[in-house]
C-alpha cells in the first residue's frame, strides 16, 4: 500500500466529518479508548497541551507550539482540518509527518482498524499520538476537533487547558445555546489542571467558573490579565506590530506577527497568559514568547489566517467561517481601502446562511462557489441565497474559476476576499 492508496483507504472506509459532515461524528469515545489501549496509552509518554474553543483554538495552538520550540523543547503538534496536505495536521518542530510514518501506521494497524471501525478523526488521533511517542517529543499541543468533552483528544492528561472564543458553530451536535456549546467546551477541563479561558464573555463565564471549581482547577481569563494592542498590518512587509500590557503590574511586551487579523489580539493574549500559568512547568524566557508569536508561520506552517496571497490587486484569504469568526474579519475587510470589494465565497452545506449572510456587505461583487468536498453547498443555490439578503454576483462551479474570474474582473486597487468555509481557503492558497 503506497501513500496514495494509504490515504484512499482512510477517506473510503472510515468516516470524515469534514468531508461528510455530522453522519461522521461519534457521540462517545469508545473507539479512542480502545484504540489507546492496543497503541499503549501513547499519550502518555510526553506531557501534552490541549487547545479548545470555537474560535482561535487553531492560532493559539500554533503560537504555543512556536514559543515551545523557541524555548529548545521537540515539540509535537496536533490541528485539523488541514488545508492543501494530510500531514500538516501532525507536525514535530514543525516539520510535517513523513508519508512514510503515515502508510506504515496503516499498514502495521490495518487489521485492527479494519475491525474496529474508527472515524477518520479518531484514527488520525491515534496516529499523532503514537507519531509523537515514537519521535520522542518533549511535548505536543493538542487542538481540539470538535466540542471537547467527546473529541477524540479528551483521553490525555495535559499540563494546561485552554479554551479560546465561544461562538455559535456546529449548534446541530453541540447545542442550540452558548451555554450548552461553552459546556462542551468545558468537557476538556480535567481535575486539578489549570485551565486559561482567552476571553470574558458574559453568556458563558459562569459555565467555566462553575466547572474548574467542581474539577479543582485553577481558573484564569486572559483578557483580564493582558491587554494586546495590534498596530496597523503592514501589506508590504506583510506583518503586524504589537503591544501587550500586564495589566496588574504595567510591564508591557512589544513583538511583531505576520498573523494580520484583528481577532489575533485576543489569541496572543491567551498565549501570554498560558505561558504565566506554565512558568515552573517549563523553562522559556519572555524572548522566547516574542519570538515565537513572531515566527509562527515559519515555524508551525501556519496558513489561512488573514493570508495575503497577491497584492495588486490585494487578495486575501481567511478561514473564519461561523457568524463571530466572520464578524471580526468583515469588519477588518471594511477598513482596507480599495475600489471595489469582491469576495469569492461559499460555505458547506450544512451552514445556517441565515446567522452569516446577514454580515456581509451589500456593495460588493460576489463570486459564489463551491469546494471540491461532499459537504459543500451548491454554488447556484449560495448565489440564490445570498440574494435575499441583498448580495449580487455570479455563481462558479470550482475555486479556482471563481478566484480567475475576480482577479480578471480586479482593478489593481480593489480588494478580493476569499472565505466562508476552510475547504474553499484550501483551494486558494
Known amino acids: 500500500m503506497n501513500y496514495d492508496q494509504t490515504l484512499q483507504f482512510l477517506y473510503s472506509r472510515l468516516p470524515a466529518y469534514h468531508r461528510i459532515g455530522k453522519a461522521a461524528y461519534k457521540s462517545d469515545l469508545d473507539n479512542t479508548l480502545a484504540l489507546d489501549e492496543y497503541l499503549g496509552h501513547s499519550h502518555a509518554k510526553y506531557r501534552t497541551i490541549h487547545v479548545g474553543g470555537t474560535n482561535g483554538k487553531g492560532s493559539v495552538s500554533h503560537m504555543i507550539a512556536s514559543v515551545l520550540m523557541e524555548a529548545g523543547y521537540k515539540t509535537g503538534l496536533y490541528t485539523s482540518p488541514h488545508l492543501k496536505d494530510f500531514r500538516e495536521r501532525i507536525r514535530v518542530n514543525g516539520k510535517m509527518i513523513p508519508r512514510s510514518a503515515v502508510t506504515g501506521f496503516v499498514k502495521q494497524h490495518e487489521k485492527f482498524i479494519s475491525a474496529l471501525e474508527p472515524s477518520f478523526f479518531e484514527m488520525t488521533v491515534a496516529l499523532a499520538f503514537s507519531y509523537f511517542a515514537e519521535c520522542g517529543v518533549d511535548v505536543a499541543v493538542i487542538e481540539v476537533g ?18 479560546t472564543n465561544i461562538g455559535h458553530d456546529h449548534m446541530d451536535l453541540l447545542g442550540d445555546t452558548m451555554e450548552k456549546i461553552a459546556a462542551e467546551k468545558a468537557g476538556i477541563i480535567k481535575d486539578k489542571i489549570p485551565v486559561v479561558i482567552s476571553e470574558t464573555q458574559s453568556e458563558v463565564r459562569s459555565v467555566f467558573l462553575s466547572r474548574a471549581k467542581r474539577s479543582g482547577s485553577r481558573i484564569s481569563f486572559a483578557d483580564q490579565n493582558y491587554l494586546c494592542e495590534l498596530a496597523e498590518f503592514d501589506i508590504l512587509k506583510g506583518r503586524r506590530n504589537f503591544i501587550v500590557k500586564e495589566l496588574s503590574d504595567d510591564s508591557s511586551f512589544e513583538g511583531s506577527t505576520p498573523l494580520g487579523g484583528d481577532y489575533q489580539s485576543t489569541n496572543i493574549q ?10 515552573g512547568t517549563f523553562s522559556f524566557t519572555g524572548k522566547n514568547i516574542l519570538t515565537g508569536i513572531g515566527k509562527v508561520t515559519a515555524n508551525t506552517g501556519l496558513m489561512g489566517r488573514w493570508q495575503i496571497l497577491d497584492r495588486k490587486p490585494l487578495t486575501i484569504c481567511d478561514t473564519g467561517h461561523n457568524k463571530e469568526g466572520l464578524e471580526y474579519v468583515i469588519s477588518q475587510m471594511g477598513k482596507i481601502p480599495a475600489t471595489r470589494l469582491r469576495i469569492v465565497l461559499g460555505f458547506v452545506n450544512d451552514k445556517d446562511l441565515r446567522s452569516v449572510l446577514p454580515l456581509f456587505p451589500a456593495d460588493a461583487v460576489y463570486y459564489f462557489t463551491r469546494a471540491a468536498v461532499p459537504r459543500a453547498l451548491d454554488e447556484k443555490t449560495l448565489k440564490l441565497e445570498a440574494g435575499r439578503f441583498g448580495l449580487r454576483g455570479d455563481s462558479f462551479p470550482d475555486v479556482k474559476t471563481a478566484l480567475r474570474a475576480a482577479r480578471s474582473d480586479a482593478a489593481a486597487t480593489d480588494l478580493i476576499f476569499i472565505g466562508g468555509s476552510t475547504f474553499i481557503v484550501a483551494e486558494a492558497v
Open 270 to 279: 491567551a498565549v501570554f497568559q498560558s505561558f504565566k500559568v506554565l512558568r
Open 146 to 163: 470538535l466540542g471537547g468533552r467527546l473529541d477524540s483528544t479528551n483521553i490525555i492528561n495535559p499540563v494546561l487547558s485552554v479554551i
